[in-house]
């Protein structure tokens, strides 16, 4: 069954919105979560690192203020889009650690129109 | 520069036939190495891992195995079927898998019937 939980798995949005993704680590705790973004036919991009209690560990070049990141709990995470505009539009994946294993959420389709 | 490279973008082969995908990587701290499966809009399933301290590590169909001195790993299916077909991340990290994951651009893994 699945580990690591994300909902929506897709959106559409208009553009200037903003726009909430959840993660949810299922039955097991997490401290650390990771936000990915992929682009069509490329790598999984790690955006950043959310930190259950503290401010989230941004990847360079990714804007903070862009993506707003809670980790508010030791089961959820959230990534918030802030002013989203179409060349946010992307694959957003979150993933958790269990065991040593990282686990990865079903990911959340974002467009924004 | 890319820390992780999977070379091929693409492989196809016939169903019961093996497969083997490739990673090289360039970063002497990696030290757990795992495997992902992907099918187009869902996130990424994992499927096996090693760590630095073995060369081989095996899981039914699926073999991975690490050459530390040439840092190339690789993953073997056999026998391939068609619902292997989708998208194989490999990805890499420090500290025994608790720094972040460093992943390949993919290889896209056709399994014809």
């Known amino acids: 069954g699945a580990v690591v939980s994300q909902h929506p798995s897709w959106v559409i949005c208009k553009s200037g919105t903003s726009v909430k993704i959840e993660c949810r680590s299922l039955?097991?705790?997490?401290?650390?979560m990771f936000w990915y973004r992929q682009f069509p036919k490329q790598s999984l991009m790690l955006m950043a690192t959310?930190?259950?209690?503290?401010?989230?560990?941004?990847e360079q070049g990714v804007e903070k203020d862009k993506f707003l990141i809670n980790h508010a709990s030791l089961t959820l995470s959230t990534l918030t889009v802030t002013s989203a505009h179409p060349e946010d539009s992307s694959f957003y994946i979150c993933?958790?650690?269990?065991?040593?294993?990282?686990?990865f959420g079903e990911g959340s389709r974002l467009t924004v129109l | 520069d890319q820390q992780v490279k999977q070379n091929s973008p693409s492989l196809s082969v016939q169903e019961g036939r093996i497969s083997i995908l490739n990673c090289d990587y360039t970063?002497?701290?990696?030290?757990?190495f795992l495997w992902y499966k992907k099918y187009p809009a869902e996130g990424p399933t994992f499927l096996i891992s090693?760590?630095?301290?073995?060369d081989k590590n095996e899981d039914g169909r699926f073999t991975v195995f690490l050459n530390k001195s040439a840092k190339h790993l690789s993953l073997h299916i056999v026998p391939s079927q068609p619902g292997d077909s989708a998208v194989y991340f490999c990805?890499?990290?420090?500290?025994?898998?608790?720094?972040?994951?460093?992943f390949g651009k993919g290889t896209k893994l056709t399994v014809n019937p």
């Open positions: 993933s958790a650690r269990r065991q040593g294993v990282v686990f």
């Open positions: 039955d097991f705790q997490a401290t650390t």
């Open positions: 959310s930190n259950e209690g503290s401010k989230a560990t941004y």
């Open positions: 970063n002497s701290m990696f030290d757990y």
């Open positions: 090693i760590s630095s301290i073995k």
């Open positions: 990805a890499a990290s420090a500290q025994g898998g608790s720094e972040k994951l460093v």
